[in-house]
């Protein structure tokens, strides 16, 4: 039996270029497309860069070329989109997917009429410290697939319930496996042994924890939030991780009002995630800056909370991303078009800000220029919906409308 050479060539979601091993230079041309999402203006119509009756031609792992489907050039293998709307793989830039443990209950109580703490976590983080590292990645890996299916190409995923130096390293070793996006989130909450001495824990992660994490990871987070660490906890935090190479990324402004958001800013953070509690001042923080604004509506429809005010955001400039917030305590979904619908449904965004959000601005919260757009040189990740326009991800909410997942040119979901 012949392997395939797609399979074993194929990086972990999230890769970025460097990683990316020589694969035979087969083209295919994707022809027939009814509405191509570039994100590319100068390709096409828009911010979202629209090209309609489109084609793409794919070349080993990456776009080689993008236009009209009357002019596409001849290619080893041809796909017919019949019309269907093609657009670049969904770029999730917030997950915590290395956790084990079940919190049924806890969601039904919740939605019974309790409110929603952070103390939740720990009931995570008892049953991933007992958790074998097999256990861990097979779920890990299985969350994965599960966003793939629905469309998502590229994925970020944060450590957080190990809590102790060998946990919180071993949670990123398993992150690692499975894509290049790690983020070490020992600053999720106080670990429970250092409940009474908050200082020491913050010693304990920017010390010891520091040192086994900074090389297993590109990013370093924190949950900035009452009950978990105050703004000058997150920002010694933050400060000592890129000290080490890590760029931060901060929880931020989700629960209530606080720091965090601006504290983001001011350190040059990548993104400032849920955003569901902004000052003016903080809005005018993110405008000024270069943080991404990452809206997570998925904790606000599973906490039956106020969801973020993106039109607030977007209308003072301010970049934003969506994501799903993969976690088994207040956001256990990984489906970026739930959130596409719930952006435009309860948060003020248009339907092409939405997909935008999910595509490009996930990759700008990442730092990523090679995904989140359908580009000459773009990695070729791309998601084709059973649907004629990218307008039926929200227009169409609780419908799968993924018909086929490429990631780096390899067709890993769906027939096409
Ligand atoms: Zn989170």
Not at 20 to 40: C, K, S
Not at 91 to 102: M, Y
Request: glycine fraction near 10%; charged fraction near 20%.
């Amino acid at each position: 039996m012949t392997p395939s050479p797609a399979r074993t060539t194929t990086p972990p979601l999230g890769a970025p270029a460097r990683a990316h091993r020589p694969r035979p230079r087969t083209t295919t041309a994707v022809t027939g497309i009814g509405t191509l999402v570039t994100n590319d203006p100068s390709l096409g119509a828009g911010p979202l860069g629209l090209v309609r009756d489109a084609a793409v031609v794919i070349e080993g792992g990456h776009i080689a070329w993008v236009g009209p489907s009357d002019r596409a050039p001849a290619a080893d293998n041809r796909v017919d989109a019949q019309g269907r709307a093609l657009l670049p793989g969904f770029v999730d830039s917030h997950s915590h997917l290395v956790f084990a443990g079940d919190r049924t209950e806890e969601f039904n109580a919740r939605m019974s009429g309790r409110a929603y703490s952070a103390g939740g976590i720990r009931t995570t983080v008892a049953a991933t410290r007992t958790a074998s590292r097999n256990v861990l990645s097979d779920t890990v890996g299985r969350h994965v697939r599960e966003a793939f299916r629905q469309g998502t190409t590229t994925i970020e995923i944060k450590s957080g319930y190990g809590l102790t130096v060998d946990d919180e390293a071993r949670s990123l070793d398993i992150a690692a496996a499975h894509t290049d996006e790690v983020t070490y989130l020992g600053a999720h909450i106080v670990a429970p042994e250092f409940a009474d001495r908050p200082e020491d824990y913050v010693a304990l992660v920017t010390g010891p924890m520091l040192d086994a994490c900074a090389p297993r990871a590109r990013w370093i987070d924190v949950f900035c939030e009452q009950g978990a660490f105050d703004g000058d906890q997150a920002r010694t935090i933050l400060t000592a991780g890129a000290a080490r190479g890590l760029v931060p990324r901060v929880h931020a402004n989700q629960l209530s009002y606080g720091p965090g958001v601006r504290l983001a800013v001011e350190l040059g953070a990548a993104s400032a995630d849920h955003c569901t509690h902004l000052t003016d001042e903080d809005v005018d923080a993110l405008a000024n800056g270069t943080t991404v604004a990452t809206l997570l509506p998925g904790a606000e429809f599973s906490t039956r909370s106020p969801y973020p005010d993106a039109r607030r955001l977007l209308d003072a400039g301010v970049t934003v991303a969506l994501s799903p917030d993969c976690n088994p305590g207040s956001s256990y979904t990984s489906s970026m078009p739930f959130c596409v619908a719930l952006a435009v449904r309860e948060m003020g965004m248009t339907p092409d800000e939405a997909v935008w959000a999910a595509t490009a601005g996930g990759a700008a919260a990442l730092r990523r220029t090679d995904v989140g757009r359908v580009a000459p040189g773009a990695r070729a990740d791309l998601t084709l919906l059973d649907a004629p326009s990218h307008v039926h991800l929200a227009y169409r909410p609780g419908v799968p409308l993924v018909a086929a997942v490429w990631k780096d040119g390899v067709l890993g979901h769906g027939t096409g």
